[in-house]
Each structure stands twice: as C-alpha cells, then as structure tokens.
C-alpha cells in the first residue's frame, strides 16, 4: 500500500513560481499501479483531488492543497511500441521527450527542449511552442477516468486539442501516460531547432522564479507581451510580484510573493489590456489549491467563470 509521503511538503517546492502552502496529502508514485492504487483511493473517499506535474504553469495555493495531491513526476515510463511511437509516462520531463526523439532522428518534439514540465501537463495544455505543439505528435492519451475508476485509451481525437487547451480536466481524468509518435527528420534541421529554442529562451526568458506566460495571446497578432510591454507594464509590482523587466508577459516571484500578490498582479495587468486596447486576455496559468475568499473572486474576473477548484 502506498503511503503519502510523511515529512511536510509545501506546494512551492512542485511550483516554479516558488509559491504555496502546505499539501495535506501528498503522493508521488512511480509505477501505473501505484498511481491506480492513489487515484481509487481518492475517488473511494470522494476527497478532493489535485493533479501536478511539473508545477510550470500553475499558481499554487499560499494557503496550501486540501485533500490528496497526485504528483506526477516521477512516473517517467519510456516503452519503444514502434520505429518512432514510444509509450510515455505523464511525469517525463518535455526535455527529454525532445532528446528522445533527437535520439531517434526524429522531429516533432525539438519545441519541448526548453519548456518546463512533464508530458502530462503539456497533453492537458496542449502546450506549444516555434510553431510545434504536443498534439502534433499524441496518438492516444492513457488515462485514469476518475467517474468510472477505469484506465481508457483517449485517441487524439478525443482530446480536443486547440490552442493551449485540451479536453483534460484533471478533476475528471488524470494522464498516467500517452502514445505518442514522431515523424522522420533530418538530423542538422532537428538539431538547429533546439539550438534556437534554447538560445532564444536563454536571452528572453527571466531566470527569477516564474510560470512562463501568465495570458494567452487575445489574438494571433496580438500577443498578450507585445501589448503589455507598450502599456509599460515591465516592472509593475504587488507585494513581492513583478511584471520582468525581460518580458511583459512573464510574473517573476522577486521577493516572498505569495499566490495573492501574483493573481493581484494579473488583475492589474488584465484591466490596463481592456482599458487600452479593449482585449480581454485570459490567464494560460491555473490556479490550484485552498484559494482565500480574495482569491476566488479575483480569480473569478480573471476567467470570467465561477471558482470550482
Ligand atoms: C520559463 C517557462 C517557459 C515556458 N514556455 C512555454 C512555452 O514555450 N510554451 C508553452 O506552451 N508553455 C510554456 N510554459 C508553461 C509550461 O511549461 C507548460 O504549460 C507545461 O506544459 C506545463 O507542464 P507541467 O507538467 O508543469 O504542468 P502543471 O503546471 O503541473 O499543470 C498544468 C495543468 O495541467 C494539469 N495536469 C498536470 N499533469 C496532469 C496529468 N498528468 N493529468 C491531468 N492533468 C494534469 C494540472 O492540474 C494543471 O491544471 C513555460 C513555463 C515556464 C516556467
């Protein structure tokens, strides 16, 4: 029987915010079977549920996670299935999800060099980058459907992906692994790529603690740092929140920031893109845990949907 793991876990040390509060029940399985065994229990207790891969795209709670918490990342599988199709878990990290496919000659995956994170929580955001993204290479996500405590092969299909988005919701499923399959490349093509993704984050990306871009692009055309750099948002601050000074899409955590300094910060940085531009961006970070009263609200004008965590 897996335990909870028994010393004090804060959620800052799963969030690369380097923000939240303590998790009553945290669980870091490493096999399918244990993974099974937490999510039964869960759905047995009808306690509340909490889904973290690497924590890079998520404000966690300062108040904490009530309930289990279901870390993912040390479920980190690799089974060769075909020439090019692998069986992965949800806790590899997309760095070497991109490795893997160099290794093989192999291209679709370079974008994931330099994104923070496991292949669980890039299938639930669909995320994406220099023209890639990881739907382009799931054939089938394997999940645990937590209303009929079965595991389901989710085809590509299935998963609805758009732009940093799927039909995901941890509440209801959680990715143990996926199928996924890249395409032949040409091995100086596939290793420029990743040269150029690591080099440009290397220069544009902020070494503070953060969660990479905090909104979605209201636009194709308009990205969400382009506006917020011409309202002269770098630099703005709440409490130990700032907008970086690198760039405006990008909170970085400069000083003890707690989750309500960073959502304080998007509101501001929200109501300056309506009131200039008239664009409502909305957050590409979620937000996990025992939200305050303040919280939940904020959060609410954020998403323009009731508070359901
Ligand atoms: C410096 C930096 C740069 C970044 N650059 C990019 C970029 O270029 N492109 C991009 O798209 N993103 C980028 N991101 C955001 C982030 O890296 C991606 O969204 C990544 O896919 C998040 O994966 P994760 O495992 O950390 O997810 P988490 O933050 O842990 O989780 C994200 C969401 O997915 C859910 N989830 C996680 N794992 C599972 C699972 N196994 N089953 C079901 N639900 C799950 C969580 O509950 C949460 O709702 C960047 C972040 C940082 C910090």
Request: proline share 6%.
């Amino acid at each position: 029987m897996i335990q909870p793991v028994q010393e004090r876990v804060m959620g800052s040390q799963y969030c690369s915010y380097r923000v939240g509060g303590p998790l009553d029940e945290p669980y870091v399985p490493k096999t399918l079977d244990e993974s099974i065994e937490i999510l039964s229990l869960a759905r047995e207790r009808g306690c509340p549920l909490t889904v973290i891969g690497g924590g890079a795209n998520t404000i966690i709670a300062s108040q904490g996670i009530r309930g289990i918490t279901f870390l993912c990342k040390r479920l980190m599988f690799v089974e060769q299935v075909g020439e090019l199709t692998f069986k992965i878990g949800a806790g590899m990290p997309l760095a070497r999800v991109a490795k893997l496919a160099q290794d093989h000659h192999a291209t679709g995956a370079e974008f994931m060099i330099g994104v923070p994170g496991t292949l669980g929580g890039a299938i639930s955001m669909n995320a994406g980058a220099m023209g890639q993204e990881t739907a382009g290479i799931i054939d089938q996500a394997i999940v645990y459907n937590l209303e009929t405590g079965e595991i389901e092969a989710w085809p590509h299909e299935q998963l609805m992906f758009s732009y940093r988005k799927s039909v995901i919701n941890p509440k209801k499923m959680v990715v143990l692994g996926a199928q996924v399959t890249f395409r032949s490349g040409e091995p100086q093509a596939i290793t420029e790529l990743i040269q150029k993704s690591l080099s440009f984050r290397q220069k544009h990306h902020p070494k503070e603690p953060n969660g990479g871009s905090v909104f979605k692009n209201p636009l194709p055309d308009k990205p969400s740092g382009l506006l917020l750099d011409q309202l002269g948002a770098k630099g703005w601050r709440e409490g130990g929140a700032m907008v970086s000074p690198l760039h405006a899409n990008f909170i970085v955590n400069v000083e003890h920031a707690t989750s309500t300094d960073i959502l304080k910060l998007m509101l501001r940085m929200k109501h300056a893109v309506k009131a200039e531009f008239g664009l409502d961006v909305f957050p590409e970070n979620r937000f996990l845990g025992d939200a305050t009263e303040e919280e939940k609200s904020i959060w609410e004008e954020l998403t323009g949907h009731v508070w359901n965590n």
